[in-house]
Nanobody
Framework: QVQLVESGGGLVQAGGSLKLSCAAS????????MGWYRQVPGKQRELVAS???????NYADSVKGRFTISRDNAKGTMYLQMNSLRPEDTAVYYC????????????????WGQGTQVTVSS
């Protein structure tokens, strides 16, 4: 069984910074793509940033230049450094990892974190 545990959310003033973390535990042999998503009530969950196993990154236009995604493959952990936060960044942030369980399991399964609230006050 695999579990993703998120941490780092909270309340911050506009212009401030937060760093989110997401750690995988359990039967993890390999992790391919990792991604951060966010969701506000009444709207669809949207991709904020993603990072491949090789380190290639992709960002939503709204966060480019302000957010940085990174990963530590040895620890099975991913991070989202959020700078210059704006009130419109307020949302529940979710991490997702595509995980392979073992050497003999060739497919990858997507797992989600429990979500962490980020609130940016104006």
């Amino acid at each position: 069984q695999v579990q993703l545990v998120e941490s780092g959310g909270g309340l911050v003033q506009a212009g401030g910074s937060l760093k989110l973390s997401c750690a995988a535990s359990g039967n993890v042999y390999d992790i391919s793509v990792m991604g951060w998503y966010r969701q506000v009530p009444g709207k669809q969950r949207e991709l904020v940033a993603s990072i491949s196993s090789g380190g290639s990154t992709n960002y939503a236009d709204s966060v480019k230049g302000r957010f940085t995604i990174s990963r530590d493959n040895a620890k099975g952990t991913m991070y989202l450094q959020m700078n210059s936060l704006r009130p419109e960044d307020t949302a529940v942030y979710y991490c997702k990892q595509s995980i392979r369980f073992s050497l003999i399991t060739y497919s990858y399964t997507d797992y989600w974190g429990q979500g962490t609230q980020v609130t940016v006050s104006s």
